[in-house]
Nanobody, 115 residues
């Protein structure tokens, strides 16, 4: 089992940047895929970005070129750097860990993009 705790959310103006961080309660070295998802009000949860244990990343089309996911197996953290934020990026952002058998979620951190 692994607990995930997100941090770094907040209120930012359009065009601004935020860096989200996810801290795991145990080593993530063996976790197949770590990722970030988001859920806006009235919408389903959607993928933002994932990164495998081998460092291969995948991004939603809506954030390509604006977001970078990174993984630090020594610190057991997964970060999401978000640049050029848009109002449509407003959502609760959730950290995700996908093992061979189980899926784990954090409680989320709110990101609000507004002037």
């Amino acid at each position: 089992q692994v607990q995930l705790v997100e941090s770094g959310g907040g209120l930012v103006q359009p065009g601004g940047s935020l860096r989200l961080s996810c801290a795991a309660s145990r080593s993530i070295f063996s976790i197949n895929t770590m990722g970030w998802y988001r859920q806006a009000p009235g919408k389903e949860r959607e993928l933002v970005a994932t990164i495998t244990s081998g460092g291969i990343s995948n991004y939603a089309d809506s954030v390509k070129g604006r977001c970078t996911i990174s993984r630090d197996n020594a610190k057991d953290t997964v970060d999401l750097q978000m640049n050029n934020l848009k109002p449509e990026d407003t959502a609760v952002y959730y950290c995700n860990a996908q093992t061979r058998l189980f899926t784990y979620w954090g409680r989320g951190t709110q990101v609000t993009v507004s002037s």
